[in-house]
Nanobody, 122 residues
């Protein structure tokens, strides 16, 4: 599976962005999907994950209530709606395909995509 994230940009604190991750290659619906991020000078951080059917989701505490992960298997795309953005959300955001939500949460993935930069100004 090839993954390409898009939708990043520069936004003021309190603003919103919708990130997309388009998949091609193997059957997208065979994989649970996740979003990760790496901020400047920080370690990679799990953000959110969604099951292959879309009926289960899981979020990092740092984004819970502000971010929403969703997917459209017909369009081979996973989304991350990021609301109430904070300067500490500034990072390169990556999408990944994995076996289970639990595996993704623990940092395990099968396929990793190119990232998209999100910058939140104060």
């Amino acid at each position: 599976v090839q993954l390409q994230a898009s939708g990043g940009g520069l936004v003021q604190a309190g603003g919103s962005l919708r990130l997309s991750c388009a998949a091609s290659g193997r059957t997208f619906s065979n994989y649970d999907m996740g979003w990760f991020r790496r901020g400047p000078g920080k370690e990679r951080e799990f953000v959110a994950a969604i099951s292959r059917s879309g009926d289960s989701t899981f979020y990092a505490d740092s984004v819970k209530g502000r971010f929403t992960i969703s997917r459209d298997n017909a369009k081979n795309t996973v989304y991350l709606q990021a609301n109430s953005l904070k300067p500490e959300d500034t990072a390169v955001y990556y999408c990944a395909a994995g076996v289970t939500i639990d595996a993704l949460y623990k940092g395990g993935y099968i396929y990793w995509g190119q990232g998209t930069q999100v910058t939140v100004s104060s």
